[in-house]
């Protein structure tokens, strides 16, 4: 049987590092059981948080960025779960991507979405459109690794928490 395959959905910032970080923390976690999508672990990505500068600006657009929507949509497409972090670290730019493939993740209604924000009663968390496309809310990264491995490994013996 191969790994359920998941992919970590959220706000990339080159302004906040902890965008990169918790899916750092997630892969670390969960690579045993699970293939992960790392959004952002590619050259590009890396290369933007090295700089510190978005890659679409007023001024100008990162050459090649247009590949961004449908190389987010096939990682959409080859996942089996999302792990959605909704926290809004970066007030200059939107979640516009994290809410695409949301809507993507909603029209696959075999997929489960875990999402999880410090502020679960934050406008973005309880709108309704959000509200269609998440599957289960919980706190924190460590509450939706708990989630993803309880109920999406293979049972191997022993006790069920």
Partial sequence: MKKPVIYLVGQIS???????????????????????????????????????????????????????????????????????????YDIEKPLLGSFFELAWYYDSPKKAVIAFADDLNDYQCQHPFVQKAVTTWCTDLTDAIYLARKYFTVYTGGEDE
């Fill in 14 to 88: 080159p302004k906040h590092p902890e965008t990169y970080t918790w899916r750092e923390r997630a892969v670390s976690k969960l690579s045993d059981d699970f293939d992960l999508i790392n959004p952002c672990s590619n050259p590009f990505n890396q290369k933007v948080l090295m700089r510190g500068n978005y890659a679409v600006t007023k001024e100008k657009r990162s050459f090649g960025i247009d590949l961004l929507v449908p190389k987010d949509r096939r990682f959409v497409d080859l996942s089996d779960i999302a792990i959605v972090n909704m926290n809004h």
